[in-house]
T-cell receptor, first 116, second 118 residues
Framework: GDSVTQMEGPVTLSEEAFLTINCTYT??????LFWYVQYPGEGLQLLLK?????DKGSNKGFEATYRKETTSFHLEKGSVQVSDSAVYFC???????????????FGKGTKLSVKP | DVKVTQSSRYLVKRTGEKVFLECVQD?????MFWYRQDPGLGLRLIYF???????EKGDIPEGYSVSREKKERFSLILESASTSQTSMYLC?????????????????FGPGTRLTVL
């Protein structure tokens, strides 16, 4: 079935450093791809999404490009802040026909800590 | 704004107890979901519901049941809680999914319930 693999954490960076969190996927069809963020003590929030190949999702200075040729959707930010400390989840929408179509399949999450 | 609320942020129960986790959404969404979140395992789908009185098993339904008697409310039930069910439980909702492969309706999450079973 469809699956998502993202880099293991935790990741610790200094403020203003460049961030990359790798995410690759396998899917039967053509999924939509997402990054969700979970701040401490909160539920998940959609950070950005891309619905087709070569789409770039962006929000709050974060970007990710849907790369069909490498089946990847890496999250990047040019200059992280302490407030970006959170757990980041890569996800795709299930492409398999049937009851689960459209449901989210998540990676295991990457915890980011940004130090002042 | 869509709001998904969960009945408790923290819950402590004893082994063998029957546990109810409640989730309420205020956006008239048809679809609702229950996940559990564990370190190193990410989010795993327990059950989901397309609409009132409808339910589908997710990836890890064993030991859980659900109830959806009203559109806005989706309950997760642990019939006899065990220590292995100590976890963070997240509820989510979205509007009805009608599209094909590249379609998507955003899921909105509640704040989670951290359940400890002693």
């Amino acid at each position: 079935g469809d699956s998502v693999t993202q880099m293991e954490g935790p990741v610790t960076l200094s403020e203003e450093a460049f961030l990359t969190i790798n995410c690759t996927y396998t899917a039967t069809g053509y999924p939509s791809l997402f990054w969700y963020v979970q701040y401490p003590g909160e539920g998940l929030q959609l950070l950005l999404k891309a619905t087709k190949a070569d789409d770039k999702g962006s929000n709050k200075g974060f970007e990710a490009t849907y790369r069909k040729e490498t089946t990847s959707f890496h999250l990047e930010k040019g200059s992280v802040q302490v407030s970006d400390s959170a757990v980041y989840f890569c996800a795709l929408s299930d492409t398999n026909y049937g009851g689960s179509q459209g449901n989210l399949i998540f990676g295991k999450g990457t915890k980011l800590s940004v130090k002042p | 704004d869509v709001k998904v609320t969960q009945s408790s942020r923290y819950l402590v129960k004893r082994t063998g107890e029957k546990v109810f986790l409640e989730c309420v959404q205020d956006m008239d969404h048809e679809n609702m979901f229950w996940y559990r979140q564990d370190p190193g395992l990410g989010l795993r789908l327990i059950y989901f519901s397309y609409d009132v009185k409808m339910k589908e098993k997710g990836d890890i339904p064993e030991g859980y049941s659900v109830s959806r008697e009203k559109k806005e409310r989706f309950s997760l039930i642990l019939e006899s809680a065990s220590t292995s069910q100590t976890s963070m439980y997240l509820c989510a909702s979205r509007s009805r999914f009608t599209g094909g492969w590249s379609s998507y309706n955003e899921q909105f999450f509640g704040p989670g319930t951290r359940l400890t079973v002693l």
